[in-house]
């Protein structure tokens, strides 16, 4: 029997079919990653951690003891803190060690697991899912399921940080809800923020370590660490790249660095985390000692805030509690700090009343499993894991929030209607909240001993580090809070004025200000340009560009704009002047390109640390065919352009090839719900000739906007 | 803040000058005013116009805060929300559209905040309604006896009035909207009902009482929600003469019976063409389409003749079609023969 015979029978063919589809299926698998590994320019490999380590049976019971003896301490300590006289404090403390009840209770339950199991070291994941393999989670319908915990963290937003699921509030400024039904998902997360290193391109800037000369290191050189992966879980080489990409899912060692503690471990050691080098390449280090696992419980506001703060009360903030994030920058490679405010709104128990009554983060953000909800409602392209869960203050507060002024009650009520809770409630930012951020005239900072970005204005007053707009929960493609006017003459319009125009002319005048010291440096600068620039980004656009923006406004995003229920909301307003490829510019902006931090910190060549950054093999594929099919014509068709232009702005001769410097040409909007005060605004801050709220741009009919700056009973 | 007189004052006569008192008003004059009666007349008109400018600027003033959608606060006693907020379209659209504010809202109401004094109002529906010559004195009579003997008055005697059902800022008479879907008016009906029926919460803090909820108490009836959302609640809690739906019936005493609804001597049917006669001989229109309307459905109408004529109508129809397919198959077989010839 020859092997034409042989394929010649019926069952043999089948068989011969199913194996090779099965063989196909096999190399696909396991070639299909390492391809893609080569392709996008990553490594993935074992990751070793040094402080984990197992310990004797001597140094877990004494360490074990120690954590029980410092937790007791810290209460007795507590208890007594009313007593003035210090040596009858410690009396007063050493007797409530002994006493028996007082010292039964067992802080850390987990110090007695691991005793009864055998744990006598910190291996990351494994130890966790050693008894944790499966968890509970509770839908806000209260249904119960039981999940693979490792597949519900791998597919949480902190995890992967993007998501090609629908449940983005957000639309392209081509009238498309992101990701909706219909349309072709693509994966989007934190990307339309004018960031160093904007979301997408967390590959170019995920670990870096950074040379620095600080002043008082006298001309020695010190490393910093530096880059996106100091707040995001995954503890590899790169972001979690593999979740971006068709039919793909994070590899074991992937999952292997995913950092448990650093939620869970209120005594987790922040100086553990900075950037190291192996032979692989750069990543972030974690702690992974006993201690820190042996503390574990649910997420507190302590642990929320090792990455949080800085979006919080920002990294300059001060008097943080004991292990805060900015007080703990490395045991080696400090930490390089954030200066400039993202929101400038703290959460400290002195600034927040929510805080200040103890509460923790998860008591509004309420999570089920991994999954933490962020509320239906955002401006940004955030990736939401559960976007139909409400986080809002009428969950409590109920719908007739002021109660105690018997008199004034009803009519502040009255106002819940048009006005959000934050509007009156959130009457200041801090005074670091950036405004303006100009990202290609690095200064340097002696301190650092590095350039750094320059804020070219921060505020935190109303009207100027942050402004009133109507927002119907929906936002723009790039971060603009979208909502109108419902008894408005249709004249509100904040894509062409409030988020476009800086009239106020304080903030001018620090701008023209800031703009003359840059000059400094940089003598070629114009400043009645820059300023101009700064507080008119839309400048940049051409008449033709300036029509169709106006067109697509009327056409594409007003009918979102009018959807729902509008009400007053707060936004802290944001631009910065960055390098765009000039061939993706729309009426609404331009891609973004990232930078290199190291180049920048070092060098101060904006130019250069770009052009580094572009040559990133991740950067060279999105400009190529696959990835123009994949995600980037779509992306493009979002923020109001037709198409991707895959022109790769490096000529061949390897300069930076239709590149300029631009402010984004609208300011981003973020939502500012936290930093919440007990006492509102009073009714002049608002009906009065120069009130915060600027009722004719927020839409009102003239007579309407004087009435309201003029109330009757207010006279 | 320092409590502001509102735009303009009440009108002298606001609130009496209703439009049916004038004539009569007149008779009981006696001689004397009868020969100032232009003078008089022309004051009346005069008086009467300043009211409605009063009144109008009067709303103004009172709306401008009444008119917020979220006026509200939280009652210490009852611990629900307590709702101040009057919606200016329902208002246009009521039957109490033409009354000013002041009409029914007395003394400590034209400034704000408003007098304490002011806030221990009590109105009553009845004050104008049954002494108004206006209004079918005996209809609103027979409303009162009712709704003294309903479960909710019996219960409830001190707390339980015409407003806990009835909001007089969006008040409608049923008859005054003859074009919409019934289901709407059912929905709309309903919703009074439910408004506190179907939230437990809300009877226990008004009344302190746990009620269950109504699924519970109508899990005995099937198809429930279908039956909330076509039938209104009043049809069984209420005696069987159709003017009696004040006369609410408590879970012990309402139509238990299907029978009483289903089957050929309906009481809802009855209820239904009733109120439904009632309306097409008002509009004019042909009275007896709803009838006529659904005539050809077989049993809908629980009029013997009619189902006969629809069957007797389908039976001839089916002979019709079957005789004629019938001629036709045995002519064409005959076809192909003569053909071949």
Redesign the interface.
């Known amino acids: 029997m020859n092997a034409y015979e042989f394929f010649q029978s019926r069952h043999v063919r089948r068989v011969a079919l199913i194996l090779s589809v099965g063989v196909g299926i096999g190399v696909v698998r396991g070639l299909y990653p390492g391809f893609l590994e080569h392709y996008i320019g990553v490594t993935n490999g074992p990751l070793t951690y040094a402080n984990s380590v197992e310990l004797s049976e001597y140094e877990f019971k004494s360490l074990a003891d120690q954590l029980t003896y410092d937790y007791r301490n810290q209460r007795a300590l507590a208890q007594t803190a009313e007593e003035e006289v210090p040596f009858v404090r410690r009396l007063k403390v050493n007797m409530l060690m002994k006493t028996g009840s007082f010292a039964k209770g067992a802080p850390y339950p987990h110090i007695q697991y691991f005793r009864k199991a055998g744990i006598r070291q910190y291996k990351g994941p494994e130890t966790c899912l050693t008894c944790h393999a499966t968890i509970h989670t509770t839908d806000e319908l209260g249904k119960v399921r039981e999940v693979n915990t490792m597949a519900d963290v791998v597919d949480s937003v902190h995890f992967k940080f993007q998501s090609t699921a629908s449940g983005f509030s957000t639309f392209g400024f081509d009238g498309r809800q992101v990701n909706s039904a219909g349309n072709r998902s693509i994966p989007v997360g934190k990307i339309d923020r004018a960031c160093g290193v904007p979301g997408s391109f967390t590959w170019t800037g995920w670990a870096d370590l950074v040379k620095t000369k600080p002043e008082h290191a006298n001309g020695a050189e010190e490393i910093r660490s530096e880059g996106c992966g100091q707040c995001h879980i995954g503890g590899g080489y790169h972001p979690a790249t593999e979740k971006m990409l068709p039919f793909h899912d994070a590899p074991e060692s992937a999952k292997a660095g995913i950092d448990c503690l650093i939620c869970h471990s209120p005594t987790y050691d922040m100086n553990e985390r900075y950037v190291l080098e192996d032979l692989q390449g750069k990543r972030w280090n974690q702690d992974r000692s006993m201690k820190a696992a042996l503390t574990v419980g649910p997420p507190t506001n302590k642990t929320c805030l090792f990455c949080h703060q800085h979006n919080m009360g920002g990294d300059l903030e001060k008097e943080l509690p004991v292990g805060a994030a900015p007080d703990n920058l490395g045991h080696k490679n400090k930490r390089l700090l954030h200066p400039g405010a993202k929101r400038g709104n703290s959460i400290q128990p002195e600034h927040d009343v929510h805080a200040a009554a103890g509460m923790v983060c998860t008591d509004c953000h309420k999570p089920q499993g991994h999954k933490i909800p962020r509320g239906t409602q955002g401006v940004d392209l955030v990736a939401n894991d559960l976007p139909n869960t409400k986080v809002a203050c009428e969950t409590c507060h ?3 929030p ?2 105690k002024d018997l ?5 502040l ?6 006005v959000s809770c934050e509007a009156c409630h959130i009457k200041k930012l801090r005074d670091d909240n950036t405004v303006l951020r100009d990202w290609i005239h690095p200064v340097w900072n002696a301190e650092e001993g590095a350039y750094v970005f320059k804020d070219v204005y921060q505020s935190g007053e109303a009207g100027r580090g942050f402004t009133f707009l109507w927002f119907n929960g929906n936002g723009s493609f790039m971060a603009n809070a979208l909502g109108d006017n419902p008894v408005g003459d249709g004249s509100y319009n904040p894509l062409m004025r409030q988020l476009v125009k800086i009239e106020d002319p304080k903030a001018i005048e620090a701008i023209r200000q800031a703009a003359t010291e840059l000059q400094k440096t940089y003598p070629d600068l114009d400043v009645e340009r820059y300023v101009r620039e700064a507080t008119d980004p839309l400048s940049a656009l051409s008449p033709e560009m300036l029509a169709k923006r106006q067109k697509m406004i009327n056409e594409k995003i007003r009918p979102i704009m009018a959807q729902g229920q509008s009400k007053i909301y707060p936004f802290k307003v944001f631009n910065a002047l960055m390098y765009e490829d000039m061939g993706n510019q729309g009426p609404f902006g331009a891609m973004i390109l990232p930078f290199d931090y190291p180049t920048y910190y070092e060098s101060g060549n904006p130019r250069a640390s770009v052009l580094k950054a572009v040559q990133h093999p991740i950067i060279k594929r999105m400009y190529q065919a696959p990835f123009k099919a994949y995600m980037m014509d779509e992306f493009m068709r979002y923020l109001g352009v037709d198409n991707w232009n895959p022109t790769y702005p490096v000529s061949d001769k390897g300069e930076l090839k239709n590149v300029e410097a631009h402010w984004m040409r609208q300011m981003g909007s973020l939502m500012i719900n936290h930093g919440i005060q007990k006492q509102g605004r009073g ?1 002049k801050e608002c009906h009065a000739k120069n009130g915060i709220l600027d009722f004719n741009a927020l839409g009102y009919p003239p007579e309407r906007a004087a009435e309201l700056r003029k109330l ?4 | ?1 320092k409590r ?1 007189q509102s ?1 303009q004052v009440r009108g002298a006569v606001s609130g009496h000058l209703l439009p049916g008192q004038l004539p009569g008003s007149i008779l009981v004059m006696n001689t004397s005013m009868r020969r100032h009666l232009p003078l008089l007349l022309a004051t009346l008109a005069f008086l009467s116009t300043t009211t409605v400018q009063a009144e109008s600027g009067q709303e103004a003033g009172c709306m401008r ?1 009444h008119s ?7 009652d210490s006693k009852t611990g629900g ?2 709702n ?2 009057i919606d200016p379209d329902a208002m246009a659209r009521s039957d109490h559209k033409k009354l000013g504010c002041r009409s029914c809202h007395g003394a400590g109401f034209e400034v ?2 408003h007098f304490k004094e002011a806030r221990l109002e009590r109105l009553e529906c009845l004050n104008c309604h049954k002494e108004n010559i206006d209004f079918p004195h005996e209809l609103f009579e027979s409303i009162e006896r009712s709704f003294e003997r309903s479960v909710h008055f019996q219960t409830l005697p001190d707390s339980f009035t015409c407003f806990s059902c009835h909001d007089p800022h969006d008040f409608r008479s049923l008859s005054k909207q003859p074009n919409e879907e019934l289901t709407t008016v059912v929905a709309r009906d309903n919703g009074v009902c439910r408004r506190c029926h179907d939230t437990p919460n809300e009877i226990y803090s008004k009344t302190g009482r746990k009620f269950s909820p109504l699924v519970a108490t109508h899990a005995w009836l099937p198809e429930a929600e279908r039956h909330w959302d076509n039938v209104r609640c009043v049809e069984c809690h209420t005696g069987p003469k159709s003017n009696r739906s004040h006369f609410i019936l408590g879970r012990n005493d309402a139509v238990r019976a299907c029978e009483a609804c289903h089957s050929q001597n309906s009481l809802l049917v009855a209820k239904l063409y009733r109120h439904r006669l009632r309306e097409e001989k008002r509009s004019g229109t042909l009275t007896n389409s709803s009838v006529m309307n659904n005539a050809y459905v077989i049993g809908l109408t629980r009029h013997p003749w009619l189902d006969w004529g629809g069957i007797a109508l389908i039976v001839m129809t089916f002979l019709g079609v079957t005789g004629h397919g019938l001629a036709r198959w045995l002519f064409t077989r005959r076809d192909p023969h003569e053909n071949h010839h």
Do not use: D
């Open positions: 109920t719908a007739a002021h109660v008199e004034e009650r009803a009519l009520n009255g106002h819940v209607a048009r009714c009757p009973e207010l006279q | 803040m502001i735009i805060c917020m959608k979220t006026l509200a606060y939280l929300v307590r101040l907020s704000y905040p």
